[in-house]
């Protein structure tokens, strides 16, 4: 026991300076890669009979409409071509080619301070989606996003300690050339963060333009293969069951260029998915375990992310959901299918379909990002900034989104029982002549910043201390936030040099004075 005597250590001023200083990283609260898994909504019974499903309906169903280098690389390893066009997979292949799949995935950053390792129940939070609008907080209305539009997301990104990685989430509506459009959604987003960045492409034959200049940016090809920063989502399926042909061969250049993969089902329950969660998931998780055989028929080991993102439905009017309750248990469903075959996954988490950044806004982004983070699911992709069922992108959300996943991730950290945390030293020095309360005492600061997740924008004041400070708004502080954050220069612009070597190499269209 100790018997020093409780002091305040320096009262509110103290607390105060310590939560504004820096901590190190060891002392934080929250951070990329804690442990989940807690959560489980299937027995071991139900993740079995979902995993026999998905066998089965690849074996008796399998995939349309592979191209022919995807049918040549398949029915090479041991899938089977049928008269009707379709390809069936054998259990043993399938079970053959998780064995071989890589089960421990670094997601590197430009800066390796960022680099994210995905294995186990390790929980990470970014964005993702390809959403055509941007929400105008002031006008109450949505626009088309703009190249503008992503790079500021990315810059927003690079500021934010709780969102991890950044995914495309949005599409560059205002470059009509597509393969412009895909090297510049590069562009945009490597020039405005540090952190993994994951992108997708249009066609095949434009990877090369992008791989040019990753290899630029990279310092040589040697260097982008030795720590690839940007991955591939690719969804190489179009749900029910069938290969999404031109996907798949971007897919394959992606590998051949050494690019990590996100496999990619987005099923509908009720529309291009089985209606029950159990079926959606078994579909998705079918159609992931061919995209699993496609890429270590092709290059074993090669990394990629078991993508199952089956989305709600609400079946009264046909429209997505996915802000629902539905959505966070296929979400954390998906997540402790990753854990049956040791693959490193990710699904959607973090969605709203409301709006604007409102009342509902809030409980659908935190509902489906707790389930994720506590089922442990390595990649939670749309945690953060997505409005109207993925139409529509929000800056001033995402910037609030760092406040929801810090309070997930808290949750995902759960509860450490230990000699010291059970405190009954604190107990006794308290109770037995001691001021009677915890405020103040050593033990309580000194704990005050490791154990405890404290909002940037969220409001915590008493009515009164709210209406002394002049009744802050949260949207109207996220505003503000958002215009500090791209008025200042940017710190991980790309080197001047090199930019403007890209820029005589390319038709980069984001302005050049950033």
């Known amino acids: 026991m100790n018997d020093q005597t409780p002091r305040r250590s320096g ?4 607390r105060k300076a310590a939560r504004a200083a820096a901590l190190p990283e060891s002392m934080r609260p929250v951070r990329p890669g804690m442990e989940g898994g807690y959560y489980k909504p299937l027995s071991d019974a139900d993740v079995q009979n979902i995993h026999q499903a998905a066998l089965t309906a690849l074996e008796t169903i399998g995939l349309a409409d592979a191209p022919q280098s995807g049918i040549e690389i398949l029915t090479g390893a041991g899938a089977i071509l049928g008269d009707d066009g379709r390809i069936r997979f054998p259990r043993a292949l399938v079970e053959d080619m998780v064995a071989k799949a890589c089960k421990s995935i670094t997601l590197c950053g430009r800066d390796p301070q960022y680099d994210m390792i995905l294995e186990g ?37 690079q500021q934010l300690d709780n969102v991890h990685f950044l995914q495309r989430p949005m599409v560059c509506r205002d470059i009509s050339d597509n393969r412009e459009m895909d090297y510049n959604t590069v562009y945009a987003t490597v020039a405005g963060t540090t952190k993994h960045i994951g992108t997708s492409f249009t066609e095949p034959d434009f990877v090369a333009s992008a791989m040019d200049m990753l290899h630029m940016i990279a310092g040589g090809e040697d260097a982008w293969r030795a720590r690839p920063f940007v991955s591939n989502s690719n969804c190489f399926v179009v749900p029910p069951m069938k290969f999404a042909t031109e996907s ?110 409102d009342m509902q806004a809030g409980w659908e982004q935190m509902c489906s990002n707790v389930m994720a983070g506590l089922g442990g699911l390595n990649m939670v992709y749309e945690a953060a900034g997505m409005h109207a069922s993925l139409l529509g992108f929000c800056h001033e959300s995402l910037i609030l989104a760092d406040d929801v996943i810090g309070q997930a991730q808290r949750c995902v950290r759960g509860i450490e029982v230990t000699e010291e945390t059970l405190a009954l030293d604190q107990m006794a020095q308290v109770c037995l002549g001691g001021p009677g309360h915890y405020l103040g005492t050593d033990a ?20 009164k201390e709210w209406a002394e400070n002049d009744k802050p708004d949260l949207i109207e502080n996220a505003i503000k936030k958002k215009e500090a954050i791209l008025s200042a220069q940017n710190p991980v612009a790309l080197d001047a040099t090199l930019d403007l070597a890209i820029r005589e190499k390319f038709n980069i269209h984001l302005p050049s004075a950033l």
């Open 444 to 463: 309580t600061l000194a704990r005050m910043q490791s154990d405890f997740v404290y909002p940037g924008l969220g409001d915590r004041t008493s009515p």
């Open 248 to 357: 798949c061969e971007v897919m394959e250049r992606c590998i051949e260029a050494g690019m990590p993969v996100l496999l990619l089902s987005a099923g509908m329950a009720g529309a291009t998915a089985p209606s029950t969660i159990a079926g959606a998931i078994v579909q998705a998780v079918a159609e992931c375990l061919a995209g699993t055989v496609y890429v270590n028929a092709m290059k074993p080991g090669h990394p990629a992310i078991f993508g199952t993102w089956p989305f709600g439905l609400d079946l009264r009017t046909g429209a997505m959901s996915v802000g629902s309750g539905e959505q966070a248990l296929l979400t954390a469903g998906c997540a402790q299918m990753h854990k049956f075959y040791g693959l490193p996954g990710g699904a959607a988490g973090g969605a709203s379909d409301s709006k604007m950044p």
């Open 121 to 157: 129940n390790r929980v990470h939070y970014g964005t993702a989606g390809a959403a055509v609008n941007m929400v105008d907080i002031r006008g109450n209305d949505y626009r088309h996003s703009t190249v503008q539009d992503l790079h500021d997301a990315a810059k927003i990104v």
């Open 11 to 14: 009262g509110r001023a103290a």
